[in-house]
């Protein structure tokens, strides 16, 4: 079954640092997406992507972070300067399409930890 | 516009069954129920679309009441494999990213 790959599994970063999380999304698959979820608590929506371009992006999605495909199968979480509050498990999922008449592929997450 | 849940968390013995609940305040066009086990992101279940259809998978089902803007999960004769944590996720455009609840534990013991 295809599989959304996430790299790093684990990333520790140092506040203010900057990093970068990788996602490689199904292949066939053209709507993209970034979530986290803080320990235990909600998966929280940050921002989606379709045709090379951010389609919707919540409140959390501020000027610190930004999202690009820089190829033609990864895309990218950067986060500029990182805060201990950005701490969390961050997965990636996508969709064949904009119908969503199927559910999201969510990758396995990379666990940031901003000390 | 995050989709309410309840119960917080459910405790089953095997064979026993559950409903979980998620409500919006907003206009529906899709309800998604997701199944996440500790540490592992969260699988899909499945996704109701506005019309009031009902959707089974295995003993899992769901009910989507467009009318009210709410969804019910249905467990029956749960297994031990069915815990975990149970979000919903609400669609209210076509096209639009899914809005997540905050989930419902749920622990299945022997």
């Known amino acids: 079954e295809p599989e959304v790959t996430q790299t790093p599994s684990h990333q520790v970063t140092q506040m203010g640092q900057e990093v970068i999380l990788r996602c490689v999304p199904i292949s066939n698959h053209l709507y993209f997406y970034w979530y986290r979820q803080i320990l235990g608590q909600k998966v929280e929506f940050l921002v989606s992507f379709y045709n090379n371009e951010i389609s919707e992006k919540s409140e959390i999605f501020d000027d610190q972070f930004s999202v690009e495909r820089p190829d033609g199968s990864n895309f990218t979480l950067k986060i500029r300067s990182t805060k201990l509050e950005d701490s969390a498990m961050y997965f990636c999922?996508?969709?064949?399409?904009?119908?969503?008449?199927?559910?999201?592929?969510f990758g396995s997450g990379t666990r940031l930890t901003v000390v | 516009q995050q989709p309410v849940q309840s119960p917080q968390a459910v405790i089953l013995r095997e064979g026993e069954d559950a409903v979980i609940n998620c409500s919006s305040s907003k206009a529906l066009y899709s309800v998604h129920w997701y199944r996440q086990k500790h540490g592992e992101a969260p699988v899909f279940l499945m996704i109701?679309?506005?019309?009031?259809e009902q959707k089974g998978h295995e003993k899992i089902s769901a009910s989507f009441n467009e009318k009210k803007q709410q969804s019910s999960l249905y467990l029956t004769a749960s297994q031990l494999s069915y815990s975990g944590t149970y979000f919903c996720g609400t669609e209210h455009q076509a096209g639009t990213a899914l809005i997540f609840g905050k989930g419902t534990t749920l622990s299945v013991s022997s």
């Open positions: 109701l679309l506005k019309g009031g």
């Open positions: 999922a996508s969709i064949p399409n904009g119908g969503t008449v199927t559910g999201y592929t």
